[in-house]
């Protein structure tokens, strides 16, 4: 069983940086496929980054440059590191882990989630 707990959103300018943290239990993270995804109110649930096993990280092109995950294996930990933050990047972020491997940007492949954590963006 794999319990993963989100923390560190909240309220910034836009403009702004946050740093999201996921701390993962129950199996060791690492080797899964691990993602952030966020959610909209009346919008589908979207992958914003991606880090396989081996380490590569993915993201989609339009957040390239602003977005970076990453992880601490030790602390189990898996971090998602948000700059220059838009009004548009305002939701609900998950991070969930994949312990296939498939390493998809659709979500239905995740079958560990976490709560959440509300990230709002401000004009």
């Known amino acids: 069983q794999v319990h993963l707990v989100e923390s560190g959103g909240g309220s910034v300018q836009a403009g702004g940086s946050l740093r999201l943290s996921c701390v993962a239990s129950?199996?060791?993270?690492?080797?899964?496929?691990m993602g952030w995804f966020r959610q909209a109110p009346g919008k589908e649930r979207e992958g914003v980054a991606i880090?396989?096993?081996?380490?590569?990280?993915s993201y989609p092109d339009s957040l390239k440059g602003r977005f970076t995950i990453s992880r601490d294996a030790a602390k189990f930990t898996l971090y998602l590191q948000m700059n220059s933050l838009k009004p548009e990047d305002t939701a609900m972020y998950y991070c969930a882990a994949d312990i296939g491997a498939r390493c998809t940007w659709n979500p239905i492949v995740y079958g560990y989630w976490g709560q959440g954590t509300q990230v709002t963006v401000s004009s």
């Open positions: 129950g199996y060791a993270y690492s080797r899964y496929c």
């Open positions: 880090i396989y096993s081996n380490g590569i990280t």
